[in-house]
């Protein structure tokens, strides 16, 4: 696995996460910039999810098993998509802290790809 494409993606979500939870701070939705942030993490995401797939193709094999690997990396993949359209339905400031803590989650679920993969 690409470590630093984890490392890349990991940090993005960190950042979402914490300019979304300053907009929960301050009372404030989810706004447009928001999602465009959501959208580049996201296809961080993808690009992980392609190099996973093409990484396990090449006969490459994770530590602790190809399924959970693959879990995870779909996990990843629709984590801050959902987390976006949980916000779009809730337009107070709970919609941003759902953003904030997607990308929590997706912060969280980089470390376990890592792990997985044998870092």
Same mark, same amino acid.
């Given at each position: 696995?690409?470590?630093?494409?984890?490392? +890349?993606?990991?940090?993005?979500?960190?950042?979402?996460? +914490?300019?979304?939870?300053?907009?929960?701070?301050?009372?404030?939705?989810?706004?447009?910039?928001?999602?465009?942030?959501? +959208?580049?993490?996201?296809?961080?995401?993808?690009?992980?999810?392609?190099?996973?797939?093409?990484?396990?193709?090449?006969?490459? !094999?994770?530590?602790?098993?190809?399924?959970?690997?693959?879990?995870?990396?779909?996990?990843?993949?629709?984590?801050?998509?959902?987390?976006?359209?949980?916000?779009?339905?809730?337009?107070? !400031?709970?919609?941003?802290?759902?953003? +904030?803590?997607?990308?929590?989650?997706?912060?969280?679920?980089?470390?376990?790809?890592?792990?997985?993969?044998?870092?």
């Amino acid at each position: 696995m690409l470590y630093v494409l984890t490392l +890349a993606t990991g940090l993005a979500a960190l950042l979402l996460a +914490a300019w979304c939870g300053w907009a929960a701070y301050r009372d404030q939705p989810t706004k447009d910039w928001h999602f465009i942030g959501m +959208a580049v993490v996201w296809l961080l995401s993808l690009v992980q999810l392609v190099t996973g797939i093409v990484q396990l193709a090449r006969g490459e !094999k994770p530590e602790q098993g190809t399924t959970i690997f693959v879990a995870y990396l779909l996990g990843a993949f629709a984590c801050v998509p959902a987390a976006g359209l949980m916000s779009l339905t809730e337009r107070t !400031k709970w919609g941003s802290v759902t953003a +904030a803590a997607g990308g929590a989650v997706l912060a969280v679920l980089e470390v376990r790809l890592y792990d997985i993969w044998g870092g």
